[in-house]
T-cell receptor, first 115, second 113 residues
Framework: AQSVTQPDIHITVSEGASLELRCNYS??????LFWYVQSPGQGLQLLLK????DTLVQGIKGFEAEFKRSQSSFNLRKPSVHWSDAAEYFC?????????????WGLGTSLAVNP | NAGVTQTPKFQVLKTGQSMTLQCAQD?????MSWYRQDPGMGLRLIHY???????DQGEVPNGYNVSRSTTEDFPLRLLSAAPSQTSVYFC????????????FGPGTRLTVL
C-alpha cells in the first residue's frame, strides 16, 4: 500500500542549529515528492518538490531535500534554523490510485525552536 | 490573485444543524479538494473534484456532500453536524498534473456542540 511515514512527531532544536526532518515513503513507481509547511493558524505552503532530475532540490526559506531511491526517503534539511521556522512540516507523495492521482500525506513533524 | 479563499474562518454548530463551507479559487485550477485536519491524524481527504461537474470521494466522505458547478467554487456541505466533525477544514486547488503545487486556503475551524 502507498504510505508516507514521518518518524518524528516532534523535534526541538536551538536557533542556529542544523535541522533534518525525515520522510520515508512506500510507492511502487517513481514518486512525486513534496514538503509543505504549516505555520500556526495558517494553511499549508509548498516548500519544495521533486519528481525528476537532480535528487537534491532547493526550496524556499533556505530548505533543501534529497531524494534517495534506495532508502525510499526524502529528508528535509536546513543548515541553520531560525525562530520563524517553528511550524508543522508535512511530507507528501503524489500517487496514482486508479485513474486519479492524489497526494498521500504523512502525519507531520512539529518543529519547536529554542532561542 | 486572491488564491484560495474560504469562509467562514470560524463556526460553531449544534448537533444536527447543517451548513456549507465555502471555497473559491481564482487561478483557473481544475483540481480542488477538501481536507480535514485533526490532531495526530494529519490531513485526511474528504472529497475532491477534477473539474466542473466531476466530484469523487476521498478517505472520509461520510457526512459531507460536495458539488462543482463552476471551476472557481467548491462548497462543502455538512448535512447533519455531529461532534465528530469538529475539526479544521482546508480547501486546496492545483492545476492538472501531479507535479503542480497545491494551494491551500486559510482554513475553517468548526466546532460542533
Amino acid at each position: 500500500a502507498q504510505s508516507v511515514t514521518q518518524p518524528d512527531i516532534h523535534i526541538t532544536v536551538s536557533e542556529g542549529a542544523s535541522l533534518e526532518l525525515r520522510c520515508n515513503y512506500s510507492y511502487g513507481a517513481t514518486p512525486y515528492l513534496f514538503w509543505y509547511v504549516q505555520s500556526p493558524g495558517q494553511g499549508l505552503q509548498l516548500l519544495l518538490k521533486y519528481f525528476s532530475g537532480d535528487t537534491l532540490v532547493q526550496g524556499i526559506k533556505g530548505f533543501e531535500a534529497e531524494f534517495k531511491r534506495s532508502q525510499s526517503s526524502f529528508n528535509l534539511r536546513k543548515p541553520s534554523v531560525h525562530w520563524s521556522d517553528a511550524a508543522e512540516y508535512f511530507c507528501a507523495v503524489g500517487a496514482r490510485t486508479g485513474n486519479n492521482r492524489k497526494l498521500i500525506w504523512g502525519l507531520g513533524t512539529s518543529l519547536a525552536v529554542n532561542p | 490573485n486572491a488564491g484560495v479563499t474560504q469562509t467562514p474562518k470560524f463556526q460553531v454548530l449544534k448537533t444536527g444543524q447543517s451548513m456549507t463551507l465555502q471555497c473559491a479559487q481564482d487561478m483557473n485550477h481544475e483540481y480542488m479538494s477538501w481536507y480535514r485536519q485533526d490532531p495526530g491524524m494529519g490531513l485526511r481527504l474528504i472529497h475532491y473534484s477534477v473539474g466542473a461537474g466531476i466530484t469523487d470521494q476521498g478517505e472520509v466522505p461520510n457526512g459531507y456532500n460536495v458539488s462543482r458547478s463552476t471551476t472557481e467554487d467548491f462548497p462543502l456541505r455538512l448535512l447533519s453536524a455531529a461532534p465528530s466533525q469538529t475539526s479544521v477544514y482546508f480547501c486546496a486547488s492545483r492545476g492538472q498534473g501531479m507535479g503542480n503545487e497545491q494551494f491551500f486556503g486559510p482554513g475553517t475551524r468548526l466546532t460542533v456542540l
